[in-house]
């Protein structure tokens, strides 16, 4: 008999929606075996999930962001996503399309009056924040593993440090070594970056 609200039997099969954390146990002959604690991941997110732009060192205090984009040719859900290294941020349940983008920000309300003509999907605001100097980036997946490390730098280009211009990536199809050289990465093309727009992919 389950005894905690939380639980429920098993009937047949169980589809996932969205990536989850799934504890089990099995009730034979009135024994329960031992705790089977299992992550699910449901989509190929370390496949086709890229960090396409960032401003780490922006003019006006608080609009720090970072944009990623689903560089694949299907959906991805992002739950249980989430940055290990250089912020702390964990996606909810969003599911990103083929080609599209969204942001993580480091204050919402100063990223909102930043950019009032945004429209695009704050995913949510993060802790900590983007070195000034530079420092590695880590993304993980459901099951914990990697999707992206990187580590960028201050002095790549030097527009980016604190003059109004983000690090938007050349080619987000390219080999994720790119991440990692400056050649990988260009200024935007306009002060306060583009958040929510995206590479042509």
Do not use: C
Not at 3 to 27: D, E, F, Q
Not at 31 to 42: K, P, Q, R, T
Not at 151 to 179: E, F, K
């Amino acid at each position: 008999m389950i005894n905690t609200p939380a639980a429920s039997s098993y009937t047949g099969v169980i589809s996932l929606a969205r990536s989850m954390h799934i504890k089990a146990r099995a009730r034979t002959d009135g024994e329960w075996s031992a705790l089977s604690d299992v992550i699910f991941g449901v989509t190929p997110v370390a496949e086709n999930l890229r960090v396409t732009e960032l401003m780490y060192h922006p003019q006006t205090a608080d609009t720090e962001f970072i944009e990623l984009q689903n560089i694949g040719v299907d959906a991805i859900e992002l739950t249980m996503v989430r940055f290990a290294d250089g912020i702390d941020f964990n996606f909810p349940s969003v599911t990103l399309a083929p080609g599209e983008v969204l942001v993580v920000v480091e204050n919402e309300a100063a990223f909102t009056a930043e950019y009032p003509g945004f429209s695009g999907t704050i995913a949510g605001q993060y802790s900590g924040r983007l070195s000034n100097s530079g420092e590695t980036i880590e993304l993980r997946d459901a099951t914990d593993a990697v999707i992206q490390t990187f580590a960028y730098q201050d002095n790549w280009h030097p527009s980016t440090d604190g003059d109004g211009y983000s690090l938007t990536i050349v080619d987000p199809l390219a080999d994720p070594d790119q991440w990692n050289q400056p050649n990988g990465w260009l200024p935007s093309s306009s002060k306060g970056g583009s958040p929510g727009e995206g590479d042509v992919i």
